[in-house]
């Protein structure tokens, strides 16, 4: 069979390859052809790009449902099967079964090669649902990279240790889809993993320091394998000085952190309770010791919020020096508790938010509790331009001369293409940003880590034109 992987995108994709879709790739009997389509290195023409493949599957998460319905559509009216999977569809299978011909509840490691027998057979069944999978069998296939050869992607190799998370913060989805029980690979297949692949390293764990003793082993080993890299991590973990060390030590160069809020109250009331803003100073100042940028990760709009959290958000960021922020207006995501709760109070302006074309235009989708609608908006407007005006960019910068290379050659192109980002899609809201944009930040900055760490990764031809097989109809 031909089977399309199709990585459909929102103006908050990154360009970064979308691992599930390797992984499932990985999973696809050798001899099926597997042919990955990524809308945001390429925008999908539903006129010219439908295939005539054997099997479509999309990977699906919220922003990306109103997109990847269209396209599961355009598919469909020409007679291919095509089956939904990921984050969104697994909150909400019975609206992704509207658009599609099969849906996958939830991880898909023991199921996809059972989607791949029934469509070869047609006998593809609605919904497909499992126990979440043990990851810690070692020797499971590996994702396959060789189908993510764009040369838009940003050169970090996207790896994932472990799923799964604990904690019981309000917003997110993460343990609604993944498990509350944390779920980790073998060490030794990580270390196999990240052997074969380059340099620069991204890791897509929510926190990559969950379980200080897995954490402890993997960062022991990895150091020997001299890689950079970048993660997310709680606070709680970066605390010690002694997990902060061994990151350092095994090639760390920049943190996300999800800070959420410097308010006490709003953790609590959210269920981030590890987060301990008193701390954050040291914290902070810790990690750009041991040469890690942070880049920060703020929400605003939480019920204990007041309409002095976007200035004092920001004054605070600037403070710290961090390299980089994110502001995000709270996001009602399906399945989540926040959700739940917001639905019970009847606070829900557009229950199906992510059905509409531009997100980013009409949130929030909720009334808040302290300030109106558009307060929030304008608050979260105002946050992005002041963190990103050209003064706040001279002040987080001039005494940061300790961090990383991704701070001394990254900080300028990345802080410039964010202060368009925050003048153009946050306050005009221009869609389509990136591929409008006529300054790329990102080709200055891969050239100059390129010239700094050496040869990235082994990449083979641009994909970025859309493959032509046989298009149906013609
Ligand atoms: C890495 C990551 C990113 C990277 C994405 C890189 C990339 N191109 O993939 C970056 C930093 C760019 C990013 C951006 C954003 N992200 Co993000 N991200 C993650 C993270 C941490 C890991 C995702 C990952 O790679 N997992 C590893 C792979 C192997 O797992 P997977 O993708 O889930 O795939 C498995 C299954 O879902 C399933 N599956 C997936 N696709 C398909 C398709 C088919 C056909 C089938 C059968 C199965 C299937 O099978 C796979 C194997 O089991 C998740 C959190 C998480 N734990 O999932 C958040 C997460 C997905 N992100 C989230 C959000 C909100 C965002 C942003 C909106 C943030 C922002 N404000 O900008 C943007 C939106 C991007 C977009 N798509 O438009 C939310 C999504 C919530 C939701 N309901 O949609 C998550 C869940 C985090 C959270 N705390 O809630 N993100
Ligand atoms: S925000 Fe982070 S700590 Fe909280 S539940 Fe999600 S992944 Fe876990």
Same mark, same amino acid.
């Given at each position: 069979?031909?089977?399309?992987? %199709?990585?459909?995108?929102? =103006?908050?994709?990154?360009?970064?390859?979308? !691992?599930?879709?390797?992984?499932?790739?990985?999973?696809?009997?050798?001899?099926?052809? #597997?042919?990955?389509?990524?809308?945001?290195?390429?925008?999908?023409?539903?006129?010219?790009? #439908?295939?005539?493949? &054997?099997?479509?599957?999309?990977?699906?998460?919220?922003?990306?449902?109103?997109?990847?319905?269209?396209?599961? =559509?355009?598919?469909?009216?020409?007679?291919?099967?095509?089956?939904?999977?990921?984050?969104?569809?697994?909150?909400?299978?019975?609206?992704?079964?509207?658009?599609?011909?099969?849906?996958?509840?939830?991880?898909?490691?023991?199921?996809?090669?059972?989607?791949?027998?029934?469509?070869?057979?047609?006998?593809?069944?609605? %919904?497909?649902?499992?126990?979440?999978?043990?990851?810690?069998?070692?020797?499971?296939?590996?994702?396959?990279?060789?189908?993510?050869?764009? +040369?838009?992607?940003?050169?970090?190799?996207?790896?994932?240790?472990?799923?799964?998370?604990?904690?019981?913060?309000?917003?997110?989805?993460?343990?609604?889809?993944?498990? @509350?029980?944390? $779920?980790?690979?073998?060490?030794?297949?990580?270390?196999?993993?990240?052997?074969?692949?380059?340099?620069?390293?991204?890791?897509?764990?929510?926190?990559? /320091?969950?379980?200080?003793?897995?954490?402890?082993?993997?960062? @022991?080993?990895?150091?020997?394998?001299?890689?950079?890299?970048?993660?997310?991590?709680?606070?709680? *973990?970066?605390?010690?000085?002694?997990?902060?060390?061994?990151? *350092?030590?095994?090639?760390?160069?920049?943190?996300?952190?999800?800070?959420?809020? %410097?308010?006490?109250?709003?953790?609590?009331?959210?269920? +981030?309770?590890?987060?301990?803003?008193?701390?954050?100073?040291? #914290?902070?100042? /810790? !990690?750009?010791?041991?040469?890690?940028? @942070?880049?920060?990760?703020?929400?605003?709009?939480?019920?204990?919020?007041?309409?002095?959290?976007?200035?004092?958000?920001?004054?605070?960021?600037?403070?710290?020096?961090?390299?980089?922020? !994110?502001?995000? /207006?709270?996001?009602?995501?399906?399945?989540?508790?926040?959700?739940?709760?917001?639905?019970?109070?009847?606070?829900?302006?557009?229950?199906?938010?992510?059905?509409?074309?531009?997100?980013?235009?009409?949130?929030?989708?909720?009334?808040?509790?302290?300030?109106?609608?558009?307060?929030?908006?304008?608050?979260?407007? $105002?946050?992005?331009?002041?963190?990103?005006?050209?003064?706040?960019?001279?002040?987080?910068?001039?005494?940061?001369?300790?961090?990383?290379?991704?701070?001394?050659?990254?900080?300028?192109? !990345?802080?410039?293409?964010?202060?368009?980002?925050?003048?153009?899609?946050?306050?005009?809201?221009?869609?389509?940003?990136?591929?409008?944009? &006529?300054?790329?930040?990102?080709?200055?900055?891969?050239?100059?880590?390129?010239?700094?760490?050496?040869?990235?990764?082994?990449?083979?031809?641009?994909?970025? =034109?859309? $493959?032509?097989?046989?298009?149906?109809?013609?």
């Amino acid at each position: 069979m031909q089977i399309e992987l %199709i990585a459909t995108a929102s =103006e908050d994709s990154a360009y970064l390859p979308r !691992l599930g879709l390797g992984v499932l790739a990985a999973l696809t009997p050798k001899t099926d052809e #597997v042919i990955y389509t990524d809308d945001l290195v390429k925008p999908f023409d539903i006129e010219r790009d #439908v295939k005539d493949v &054997d099997l479509v599957g999309i990977s699906v998460d919220s922003k990306t449902a109103s997109r990847s319905y269209a396209i599961a =559509e355009a598919y469909r009216k020409r007679g291919v099967k095509v089956v939904l999977g990921g984050i969104h569809p697994t909150a909400l299978p019975d609206e992704a079964l509207r658009f599609a011909d099969a849906v996958v509840v939830s991880e898909a490691e023991d199921l996809w090669p059972r989607v791949v027998e029934d469509a070869r057979n047609r006998r593809l069944q609605r %919904i497909y649902r499992g126990e979440l999978p043990d990851l810690s069998k070692p020797g499971r296939p590996l994702a396959r990279r060789d189908l993510f050869r764009s +040369k838009k992607y940003i050169p970090f190799q996207v790896v994932q240790t472990m799923r799964g998370c604990p904690y019981p913060c309000e917003f997110c989805s993460v343990s609604t889809a993944n498990g @509350t029980t944390m $779920r980790f690979r073998p060490v030794d297949d990580v270390l196999g993993e990240l052997k074969q692949l380059g340099k620069l390293i991204m890791f897509a764990d929510d926190n990559v /320091m969950i379980h200080r003793k897995y954490s402890a082993e993997l960062f @022991t080993k990895l150091a020997e394998l001299d890689k950079h890299w970048i993660g997310q991590c709680s606070l709680a *973990a970066v605390g010690r000085i002694e997990n902060v060390k061994l990151m *350092a030590e095994s090639g760390c160069k920049a943190l996300f952190i999800g800070f959420e809020s %410097i308010d006490d109250e709003t953790l609590a009331f959210t269920g +981030k309770r590890q987060n301990r803003p008193a701390k954050y100073k040291d #914290v902070l100042e /810790m !990690l750009h010791e041991h040469g890690i940028s @942070t880049w920060g990760s703020f929400v605003f709009g939480f019920d204990t919020d007041d309409s002095e959290v976007f200035d004092r958000t920001v004054e605070f960021g600037v403070q710290m020096q961090l390299t980089m922020a !994110l502001f995000a /207006m709270l996001t009602p995501y399906p399945g989540t508790k926040l959700y739940k709760r917001l639905l019970a109070e009847n606070r829900l302006t557009k229950p199906n938010w992510w059905l509409e074309g531009d997100h980013d235009a009409g949130s929030p989708y909720f009334q808040p509790k302290t300030m109106s609608r558009e307060a929030l908006r304008e608050g979260w407007q $105002r946050a992005w331009q002041r963190f990103y005006s050209p003064g706040a960019i001279w002040k987080r910068w001039t005494v940061r001369q300790r961090s990383s290379w991704i701070q001394t050659l990254g900080y300028l192109p !990345l802080n410039i293409m964010q202060n368009r980002l925050a003048k153009y899609k946050i306050g005009r809201g221009t869609q389509r940003f990136r591929s409008a944009s &006529d300054f790329d930040p990102m080709s200055t900055v891969m050239s100059a880590i390129a010239a700094e760490v050496g040869p990235i990764a082994p990449r083979g031809e641009s994909a970025d =034109e859309p $493959r032509r097989l046989r298009v149906v109809g013609e």
